[in-house]
Structures are given as C-alpha cells and as structure tokens.
C-alpha cells in the first residue's frame, strides 16, 4: 500500500464507493513509491499489468481498477436502459475524487491498456496539472474504431448488437466471419470466443461496451494538457495488432511535443512478459 510516500510492498485491494455510479473494485501492488491509475482491458481485471513486474512496476505502486462487468466492481442500481445509454464523462472524475478522499490529494500518473486507455486519457483531460506520465499500450481513444461505433451509436449495428448477444449462434458466426474476413487475428479470435461463450459472458459484453460508449476522449484536448504540463507520454503499440493499430494514433501522436513511440513485434495482446522484458531492455 502507498501512502504519501510510503510503500508496504504487499498486494492488496479495495473498493471506492462513487455516488450515483457504484463500488469501483481495484487491485493495489507494484515496489515503486509513485501512485498510478491503471485501466485494464476488456475480460481482464485491474491485476492485469502485474506481469510487467521487471519494468513500470519497479517504479510505480499500481492502482488496478475493475471495469464494471468485470472483477469484483459492482455498478449500482442501474437499469439496461440507462446502461446502454451509456456512463457520462463526468462520472469519471468521481473516480479520482475518491481515491484522493482515501490518499489525499497529491501528484499521479496513469495507465490504460486498449478499452481502459479511454479513461486514463480522460483523466488527463481533467487533471493534467497533477500527472506525471501516461503509459498507454494498444490504446483505444485515439481514433473512432468503426466497429465499436456502429455497435454502440447506428440504430442498425445497435439492433444487431443486441440480438447477437442473445443468440447462442449469432455471436460465435459473426466472429468467424470476422475472423475470415481478417478484421481480427486468431489470437483475438481466440480471446472474444471465450468472452461469447455463455449468456451471462455475452450480457457482459453488451452492457460493458455502451455503458463506456460516452467516454471518448477529446484527443485534441489530450494534446495540449499533455504538451503544456510535459506530461512525460509512452505509447506502445503491436505491429500485427488489427484491433488499435499505430497508423489510426497516427494524428495524435503528431500533435505531441516529445512523445516515445514504440511499436513491438506482437498483436494487440500486449501486457505480457515478453512486453514487460521489452521495457526493460529499453533501460540498459
């Protein structure tokens, strides 16, 4: 646990109560002294970048939040309909709020993988005065990503998205096709198969991507904060990832002073030990 400066190095976790949201479950461990926000992504939990032990992990004391539908984060007493009609952006500053209720006010950095890199970036957008870094790997935000746009905002692909996630064979068929048509790689294809797998998983699925479907960043916006606080950036991407390539961050990353570009011989699943050995040997 970190504490203004302290570090007991033992892995441990908490809740923080958001009102008018829910219980937001996260994951406490790392044997740095500096607080980071981490944001994993989907089917994952906030123990997601405990593999990179060798790497941010040494310098940072990681504060791994739960997607809600995901891990122990329990959203509150929502209906589908305002499920789908999706998070407000302000609800993520709530988020911050009460981690500095718990630890105080003080100076942070960020992480977020794929999905997750939507609100570390939005966290920027409201407290960049307050962030040292942000690390992003396979980032989603820099971009409109097509697909999760026309499933989540288009009345047709909102209609099919619900259906899909009802069938028992709708699911697994699209995702063949997908697979066929080379939108996703077998790695991926291997990943949301067993996201699809049963009906809870499925509902999982649907509620996740529009309860986040409002928060998108404004990358301009990002832009500035992190160019007028010298936000130090890392941004890491795959070579062979389909889903968040680097081309899309393309424009983002223009509009950056001095960021650290890395692309890496992998797909989009990234946080792994080979990435966790990759961020080492860039230090020697």
């Not at 004391?61 to 789908?84: A, M, N």
């Not at 935000?141 to 009802?166: A, C, D, E, I, N």
């Not at 960021?259 to 797909?267: A, L, S």
Request: hydrophobic content about 40%.
């Amino acid at each position: 646990m970190y504490i203004k400066g302290v570090i007991l190095n033992i892995a441990t976790m908490g809740f923080l109560d958001i009102p008018g949201l829910g219980k937001a479950h996260y994951h406490e461990y790392g044997t740095g002294t500096k607080p980071m926000l981490a944001f994993h992504g989907y089917g994952m939990t906030g123990r997601q970048f405990h593999v990179l032990e060798n790497s941010i992990l040494q310098e940072y004391h990681v504060y791994g939040f739960d997607h809600f539908f995901h891990g122990d984060s329990k959203l509150g007493d929502w209906t589908e309909e305002q499920i789908v009609a999706g998070m407000p952006k302000p609800m993520v500053k709530a988020y911050l709020e009460e981690w500095f209720n718990i630890y105080g006010r003080q100076r942070f950095s960020v992480m977020g993988y794929s999905i997750g890199a939507n609100i570390a970036l939005l966290l920027i957008e409201e407290y960049a005065d307050l962030i040292d870094e942000v690390v992003l790997m396979a980032p989603d935000g820099l971009s409109v990503y097509k697909g999760f746009h026309f499933l989540t905002f288009k009345k047709v692909g909102q209609y099919l998205f619900k259906r899909v996630t009802k069938s028992k064979w709708l699911a697994p068929t699209l995702l063949k096709n997908l697979k066929k048509l080379k939108f996703i790689d077998d790695s991926l294809y291997t990943i949301a198969y067993n996201e699809i797998d049963t009906e809870q998983k499925r509902q999982d699925v649907y509620y996740t991507l529009n309860l986040i479907r409002l928060l998108k960043p404004d990358t301009n916006k990002v832009a500035e904060m992190i160019n007028r606080h010298n936000i130090k950036c890392r941004l890491i991407f795959g070579k062979h990832d389909n889903l968040f390539p680097m081309k899309a961050a393309l424009p983002f990353i223009g509009k950056l002073n001095n960021p650290q570009v890395y692309e890496v011989d992998m797909g989009h699943w990234l946080v792994t030990k080979q990435l966790d050995e990759y961020l080492v040997n860039l230090q020697q």
